[in-house]
């Protein structure tokens, strides 16, 4: 926490981990969300901090699969935060959680994951993600409000970097998810 016109920070948290991976830090007028994590990405940690009480909760932890490891990155909007879990191998759940009441849910899973499609989005009350189905790629948005999910075709099998704002949306997009190029 540092303050910009007094030039004053204290410190809000520290890493349990040795050697220690704090990552992902989000922040918006009512919360400050981050992911600790040990270097190698085994063990992993959500947390927020209510910026009105400056108390701070984990929200979850996770541990890697043996000889595996993990990125566990959420994104912040609102009240809200979204992440993906891989609590298996090649098996992984989009996950949401309201920082205001603790309500955990799932709200879909990855038919392909793999690290190009790792990460989601926020935005206007609607969470985003990437996958592959059939060949095809896709968009998924799910509607907070409405709990209603939509499949919208992507232009290629792969998209990465996604983020989206006033119907639009922006993406990296490849053919083959090995080659970045």
């Known amino acids: ?4 016109k007094t030039k004053e920070y204290k410190v809000i948290f520290e890493s349990q981990y040795s050697e220690a991976a704090v990552q992902g830090t989000m922040a918006n007028e009512n919360w400050v969300i981050w992911t600790d994590s040990d270097i190698k990405s085994y063990y992993n940690n959500i947390y927020a901090l ?19 490891y993990m990125i566990v ?12 879990e891989f609590k298996e191998i090649n098996v ?18 990855l038919n392909e994951p793999s690290f190009y499609n790792t990460f989601v989005f926020i935005d206007d009350n609607r969470v985003l993600w990437t996958d592959s189905l059939d060949g095809k ?29 006033n119907g639009l949306i922006y993406s990296i997009n490849f053919e083959d998810y090995q080659d970045w190029t």
């Open 1 to 4: 926490d540092h303050n910009i």
């Open 50 to 68: 209510k910026r009105a009480s400056n108390k701070v909760s984990k929200i979850i932890e996770y541990e890697a699969q043996e000889g595996g």
């Open 137 to 165: 790629g896709y968009y998924i948005l799910y509607d907070i409000n409405t709990a209603q999910t939509q499949w919208i075709e992507a232009p290629y099998r792969y998209t990465k970097k996604k983020k989206m704002t």
């Open 73 to 84: 990155a959420p994104y912040l909007s609102g009240n809200y935060i979204s992440w993906l």
């Open 92 to 109: 992984a759940k989009v996950m949401l959680c309201d920082l205001q009441t603790g309500e955990m849910k799932e709200i879909g899973n």
